[in-house]
T-cell receptor, first 114, second 114 residues
Framework: GAGVSQSPSNKVTEKGKDVELRCDPI?????LYWYRQSLGQGLEFLIY????????KSGLPSDRFSAERTGGSVSTLTIQRTQQEDSAVYLC????????????FGSGTQLSVL | AQSVSQHNHHVILSEAASLELGCNYS??????LFWYVQYPGQHLQLLLK??????LVKGIKGFEAEFIKSKFSFNLRKPSVQWSDTAEYFC????????????FGKGTMLLVSP
């Protein structure tokens, strides 16, 4: 597609429920990032996929968070047993191998945990 | 691992005032440095970047940044701001070696009053 697509754009869930957030990167982009943007906290790195390499999961805040990237394209971020502190905007970004530093961001998923 | 510190969380300026947003990073090796901008209701986008060479880099919309290696700094400047510069500005860094995640600062919200 023309840009990074994320769905849903908004998600309201109850504490304790599981949620799945989807990211469809720009076609051909080998690198895919998930970030979390909370008020006053800036962008918090969560996980990074680069081609077929093992993902860098060092930013995942707890074992309730996981992500996968199927076929080197679409990625799903899963949050199990959601907590109120998980409420944030979850941003996905992708970049090409030729220009790994130029990230193209999606518009994010606003997650609200009640 | 690298880290980024942005000095100001909020900056309020009048149009035509000069702007300088501070950014310091922490990392033992060589780095690439970036400024990203997020205008209200829009995606994050790259403003400028430094990889090597001339430490004074120029970006879009009249912005520039200077890399001072001895101070681990990469401050963003603009001689005369406009109302349309109202946005959140993020400094970011990644290590030059290998596959490196892009680490962002917490952001500085700039409000320019007309």
């Amino acid at each position: 597609g023309a840009g990074v697509s994320q769905s849903p754009s908004n998600k309201v869930t109850e504490k304790g429920k599981d949620v799945e957030l989807r990211c469809d990167p720009i076609s051909g982009h080998t690198a895919l990032y998930w970030y979390r943007q909370s008020l006053g906290q800036g962008l918090e790195f969560l996980i990074y996929f680069q081609g077929n390499s093992a993902p860098d999961k060092s930013g995942l805040p707890s074992d309730r968070f996981s992500a996968e990237r199927t076929g080197g394209s679409v990625s799903t971020l899963t949050i199990q047993r959601t907590q109120q502190e998980d409420s944030a905007v979850y941003l996905c970004a992708s970049s090409s191998l030729a220009s790994v530093e130029k990230l193209f961001f999606g518009s994010g998923t606003q997650l609200s945990v009640l | 691992a690298q880290s980024v510190s942005q000095h100001n969380h909020h900056v309020i300026l009048s149009e035509a005032a000069s702007l300088e947003l501070g950014c310091n990073y922490s990392y033992g090796g060589t780095v690439n440095l970036f400024w990203y901008v997020q205008y209200p209701g829009q995606h994050l986008q790259l403003l400028l970047k430094y990889f090597s060479g001339d430490p004074l880099v120029k970006g879009i919309k009249g912005f520039e940044a200077e890399f001072i290696k001895s101070k681990f700094s990469f401050n963003l400047r603009k001689p005369s701001v406009q109302w349309s510069d109202t946005a959140e500005y993020f400094c970011a860094v990644n290590a030059k070696t290998g596959y490196s995640t892009l680490t962002f600062g917490k952001g500085t919200m700039l409000l320019v009053s007309p």
